[in-house]
């Protein structure tokens, strides 16, 4: 029996590094992490390799096991599905992988760096520069416009404003959002805000973009065109995206699937040369056999 969601508030490190002005911002701005497409052009195609990851919430009287021994490498370029029933420990696992929590054993490396060693110091650095993020609510800032929302990350590192305002108008016209750039949030949908969101984890050309359930709170039409997006981000910029969703809809538009339960992997599905629909159909089939009902039972 899948354990009930008791997902906990998003960690105040997350929101403050959104918002946070570092004291020493790097001299470079965020280019399209030079050094990993340097590495896999020599060979070393891994941007994402987890390690036998493994963590435990709580002390000797209250302990809970999210993850156990948990292992998988993501490609450059690739998309990847993280499925799971709620409290199987994917949110868990993004969090770990994006240094926003500690595992308790194992280690993730990002472009060959082990990001589990990385003292707390360097961790903010770490992530502005390597890392974009998509939530599930898409936690623009209030008192900016989508413009400002997603030439931060660029502001932020002090890219130059000219460069940033080519670099804002090139993704959203890519992601379909140029009739919304001078909107503040409360004045856009909550699917037009998403792909404010998506733009803003792009405009970095992070090494990895990682989506922690960004269609839950859409409807299905606003979900697809978030996932159009996203498809386009993994095409057009070769964006590696790694996406945590319950959503088998959501899921088959990735390349592979990897399945958590009870903290493990269950199993892994890759797309290959199938049709969305196709995959789509395997994908229920392994909920199926993992026991769920349907799309919204994982
Ligand atoms: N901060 C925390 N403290 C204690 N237990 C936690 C914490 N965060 C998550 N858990 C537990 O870890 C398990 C996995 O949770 P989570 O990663 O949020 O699952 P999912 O995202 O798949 O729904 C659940 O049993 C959850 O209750
Ligand atoms: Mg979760």
Redesign the pocket.
């Known amino acids: 029996m899948p354990?009930q969601?008791?997902?906990?508030a998003r960690p105040q490190e997350a929101q403050h590094m959104r918002t946070a002005y570092p004291k020493n911002p790097p001299a470079a701005p965020t280019a399209p992490s030079a050094a990993g497409m340097e590495a896999s052009r020599a060979g070393v195609p891994r941007v994402l390799e987890v390690q036998h990851i493994e963590k435990v919430?709580?002390s000797r009287n209250a302990i809970?096991r999210?993850l156990s021994d948990v292992s998988f490498s993501v490609a450059e370029g690739e998309f990847v599905g993280i499925m799971?029933a709620?409290?199987?420990?994917?949110?868990?696992?993004l969090n770990c992988i994006s240094t926003i929590d500690t595992v308790t054993s194992g280690h993730v490396l990002i472009n060959g760096a082990d990001v589990t060693a990385l003292k707390p110091a360097k961790l903010t650095r770490f992530r502005r520069e390597q890392l974009g993020f998509i939530f599930q609510d898409s936690n623009l800032l209030d008192t900016l416009t989508a413009r400002e929302n997603i030439a931060l990350p660029l502001t932020i590192s002090r890219v130059a404003a000219k460069e940033t305002l080519s670099r804002v108008e090139e993704v959203a016209r890519r992601l379909g959002i140029l009739e919304v750039l001078d909107k503040y949030p409360y004045q856009m949908s909550g699917g037009q805000q998403q792909r404010v969101a998506a733009a803003r984890a792009m405009v970095t050309n992070p090494a990895i973009i990682m989506a922690d359930e960004p269609t839950g709170a859409l409807d299905s039409k606003n979900a697809r065109l978030l996932l159009e997006c996203l498809e386009t981000m993994n095409r057009t910029y070769r964006a590696t995206v790694l996406m945590?969703t319950h959503d088998a809809f959501a899921a088959s538009y990735t390349h592979r699937v990897i399945f958590?339960r009870d903290?493990r992997v269950f199993t892994e599905l890759n797309r290959g040369d199938s049709s969305r629909q196709d995959f789509f159909n395997r994908i229920m089939e392994v909920v199926a056999i993992m026991g769920g009902e349907g799309s919204d039972a994982l």
Do not use: H
């Open positions: 354990l969601s008791q997902t906990p919430y709580g809970t999210a799971g709620s409290g199987s420990g994917k949110s868990t696992m945590v958590l903290g």
